[in-house]
């Protein structure tokens, strides 16, 4: 891969952590929203900016229709529906840098699940697992010592934790089915889950409280709704797809360690998130833990 391609690489994967971590930021700007509102605007609008795309690319229009088809193509667009609804409930009850923090462990729950299956862990993995933890609770300690409620703060975590879940279960079928079938096309995968999820997550959301959709014209949250779909949704997705394509797993998980970094400024600086020092110490701590279960054994391909 020649240098241009390689930094335009780079440039994608880091455009796809930027527009995750805006996502918490985009549903904190939707208060009166409902989570099923904001899943619905999210999907609608995401299927409504890739549909030119999908009509125009012949090829990925094919993929499409044979994946909508499939088990592979519904389980996979289904867990990543039940991913957006979780991470958005979480981000409505908890602070954004903290959901997007325990989103990203992830490896640590892969990690966990290697233990109940009785599989060797590595030293590496063990050492990167209890740093993660450890973090984790130097992170949260200072939120549950405050003066806020707990049981939201908890339950926004609860909510995030079940992303982190979900999100571990899709890259492992994901990564199966690819292994089977090297046609698979992650960017299909993405359409099929826009449309499949708008059909079956807009009307349930219109019958629910049928006037949502007039409030969209008469405040900013139109807006905010065509960046959360586009900024936060469909651009993130086809740029990591790009990335992950042309980078090395260990650089493309490690361009994605920087979601929560840009989350956390983001948050602070647009809606005024506190960000002790001490929940600092374990955000450096739970992002070496992560880097430390993603890296690849010695001796594999980097």
């Known amino acids: 891969m020649g240098s241009s391609s390689r930094t335009f690489a780079l440039v994608s994967g880091c455009f796809a952590a930027l527009g995750w971590g805006l996502t918490g930021t985009f549903v904190k700007l939707l208060p009166h ?175 629910s409280s049928p006037d949502w959709m007039s409030h969209l014209g008469t405040t900013n949250a139109g807006w905010i709704a065509l960046g959360l779909g586009t900024l936060s949704t469909v651009v993130p997705t086809l740029c990591y797809s790009y990335a992950a394509k042309h980078l090395s797993p260990i650089l493309t998980t490690t361009l994605n360690l920087l979601t929560p970094i840009f989350a956390a400024i983001v948050a602070v600086l647009l809606l005024k998130e506190p960000f002790p020092l001490l929940s600092l110490m374990g955000a450096v701590l739970i992002i070496t833990g992560i880097l430390l279960l993603s890296s690849p054994q010695p001796g594999t391909n980097r």
């Open 33 to 207: 929203f409902t989570t099923l509102e904001v899943l619905a605007l999210r999907l609608v609008v995401a299927v409504l900016v890739t549909l030119p795309i999908l009509v125009i690319n012949q090829s990925l229009r094919i993929q499409f229709l044979r994946l909508i088809q499939t088990r592979i193509g519904l389980g996979l667009s289904s867990l990543m529906v039940f991913y957006y609804w979780f991470a958005v409930r979480a981000f409505q009850l908890a602070p954004v840098s903290d959901v997007v923090l325990i989103v990203g462990l992830s490896p640590l729950i892969g990690l966990a699940m290697k233990v109940v299956l009785r599989k060797p862990v590595a030293i590496r993995e063990g050492v990167g697992a209890f740093t993660a933890f450890f973090g984790l609770v130097l992170f949260v300690l200072p939120k549950l010592q405050g003066t806020g409620d707990r049981s939201t703060y908890l339950t926004g975590l609860f909510f995030a934790l079940l992303s982190a879940c979900v999100s571990l279960g899709y890259v492992s079928w994901f990564k199966h089915s690819a292994s089977q079938n090297s046609s698979l096309n992650p960017v299909a995968v993405a359409f099929t889950t826009f449309l499949l999820g708008s059909i079956v997550i807009a009307p349930i959301a219109v019958v």
